[in-house]
């Protein structure tokens, strides 16, 4: 049987579950898991509902739209997998987890191409099956080289763009095409660390845990709403080099867990933050 | 404005959350939270609702009987602290941490008494005001002793028992007393180390981790339903001793976190299985 | 039989373990533990040895000072519990925490007293048998606050303070009587949220995850030298009182943690960071 | 400049250190890292030293045979990249870890081959340019199936057999090949949980976490030294299935630590301990 999945955020007030679940009731579906939250501090109610069997989306819609508070946000899909283009750099670690999990089909999403503005990632993707685009970024100026990098995104249309260790920072104009529509994973504990070289900073600031961000990229260098963190102890042995070693599983494992909170429908952004139902 | 708090849990059927929605809003109340969660094994529903207001108990309670499946059981209550006797043996790590809690008001819960088959704890207990009773375990049965401690119990009628690091194993007589309502602390990471010395069951096995588990007690020896658990790493260098020591630190968080839980009606039981709405 | 604990700290070169151990077995003594680590970046060599027997401590030291590079640190001493001062505001957790422990001899540390801005706190401690000495900071100027504060101090002679949420920002003047003897429990996962209101600054920016850091003070602002560190994960349902709540139990594990490994003479200051050898 | 390993664990007795120091002190070389320990419980001294430099093995090594207490046990190598053949049954996530691990480099050791009773991971494994060698177990008894496995593996003469979810229990005539050279990633926190299906043991046990255990393979299921372990927190929403999913990163990470442990000459074992010195 189908499932569906239906996300709703509004102005909380009296009886939203009743009126969702009534509009439910009202095709003669089942709802086979609910999960919803007020946030206190905007007063927003946030739902998320899962339904099997034949429904008709548009006319709940048309009736969710009715009854519920004049900006609510609604949407309603089929449980599916999604489509990505990864862009990285030179660091395979979360490329090739994701390929690998891809390859055996539990991304929950179809990898549609790979784009890095260097070389030495093609043959290792290519090797998956996975197209893989080289876009320099040597000798252009970094406007000419998003337009490129967006030129070949657009070819493919996807619903959202990975970066796997890209070590390029996106300006406002590119980020504006995806809102909350691209991740990155980020290599240290935010907001400890943002910016460049943060195993570095981490050694010379005698940190005894390390960690990893995965955050969806808005304006903000680094700030955008945060999806999932994890951390690993250090100590005083570790280099700054040994630092990164450990960070890399930390990095791979974050980045793969964020993904499939996104990929299966569970990630509100509200205001700077990130509501998960889950 | 007063709270309260509906626990509920029956067979799952079609539209059970429109069904008991419909039943709040029709007293025109508001639900400021609400959880709720499917175990598909059992088929089994169990659902944690806030209302705010002037809430009927008895209508509510009445119309819902009327509506949900047959087996349903329903629990409401006002929000509010819990009774609880503590039952130890002479160490001090979990009483101590319950008795700063309970003095600073933190505990969610009254300390009505201390009871222990050792004397060691009692000028500290009562140095926080909690009447402690020794009732040794020396020169009499077990049935004996359990009879006595079960008399002194019920002299004040707790809700809840919590075994503070109680040394004996209680009968099925003694627990089936309190169903669901006698809490443990075991000193490892169940279901391993079932039984005594964990600790040096750990050290001999030469494991990387060590834990504590709370759970309910129930007829079979540390085998009832776990409510919380936790870990710390350890290594070889960690002697039975300092594993026990580092040991007692987990166990005082996890008795805490689990009675947390408890004391805001957050746990059901299904089976062996403990289901956290939270 | 006694039990020695030998530090050096000096510069790294070709030998050093073997011209210890030669001046220690020319006593006679058996090493029971020894540690070393090269803090590469520095080239500094650091050790912490255990020895049991009657060691003549003046005799070692005269030895290493000959046998060891010119810039060699050497502290001796028998293993012993060391001396405290608490010095804490309003909130009882921490020192709830260090009391209990004290009161059953498991903190390897005389507290000598507690000094307060506040007097809350005050009944808690007596309890304790611990004296409890109240300096508000009402009514009169920093400077001459501090100048008090340490007078009472003065009076203990201790050999560590330790800030158990202490809000006061101490200055370098203060700071300065005490190197790398003051120890701190930030109420964060440092570097992140540095300052006043971390829990506020945490929810704001939607971490997954929170923490809480001890370190020894120094002039910068919650930048000195980190001891331990460790984390839970939160959420979104956790508000800003939900957080602090539960980043309690983290402070007050941290701070005793910390605590542990410097009355058990294992931390070396190396600049800005900590070597913990254990 | 050539960096050598030496390993050394035999009574303990006073001066040992003094003599290794001093036996290499002899050849003018330069100890860049020492890690000894000493085990209490069978008062058996462990140490591992790295050296720089032109180190005389064979002269060192007879040395230390003369000067050690009788049972010493002295290993001595460059540091080098270790041979490893790799055993999988169907599942990928341990498989595919290493597999991109090694192919940039980062495994410390040559993975010689793969081999599996399943034909499933052939593809994936030669895309990597690593053989891959189908062995069925179908229509064989035990016996001869080992025995054809053990002829294969005898054709790559690897020092380590990784069991990267390798589903078949290998029996004691096999082991005894490779005493404390066989590596097993097992689907759980050991000791809890041994044998087979963990997950649906964990599942009905109603578990808050969940881990994974990579040992030594010894005569007794399950049963041989811990080298490394990790956990997840789990809840009741966590079908059987989704505890193994969520359980495959760990067990993918925890493969990965202990191999690095084995593979840097960290990890020795006492009886049935491991003693890793890092």
Known sequence: MDEHIVLINCDDKKGLIYLITQAVLAQNLNIINN???????????FMRTVIAGNLNQELLKNELYEKL??????RIDKKRKKSVV???????????DLLVRHHFGELRAHILAVISNHEVLKPFTESFGVPFH?????????????????????TYSPEYLVLAKYMRILSNEFIRHFPDRIVNIHHSFLPA??????????FNRGVKIIGATSHFVTDALDEG?????????????????????????????VLSQSLRLIFEDR??????????LE
């Open 193 to 202: 660390f943002i910016g460049a070289n943060p195993y570095r900073q981490a």
């Open 69 to 74: 508070p004049a900006n609510a946000e609604i």
């Open 225 to 253: 709403p945060i999806i999932a963190q994890n951390v690993i102890p250090v100590n005083h042995t570790h280099s700054v080099k040994e630092m990164a070693k450990a960070g890399r599983d930390v990095e791979k494992i």
């Open 134 to 154: 080289i876009i320099s970024h040597e000798g252009i100026s970094r406007e000419d080289h998003e337009a490129e990098v967006l030129k070949k995104v657009a």
């Open 86 to 96: 990864i862009l990285v750099s030179k660091e395979y670690h979360c490329l090739g």
């Open 35 to 45: 999960l919803e939250f007020v946030e206190k501090e905007t007063n927003r109610f």
């Open 267 to 276: 990630v509100f952004v509200s205001g700077n933050r990130a509501i998960i």
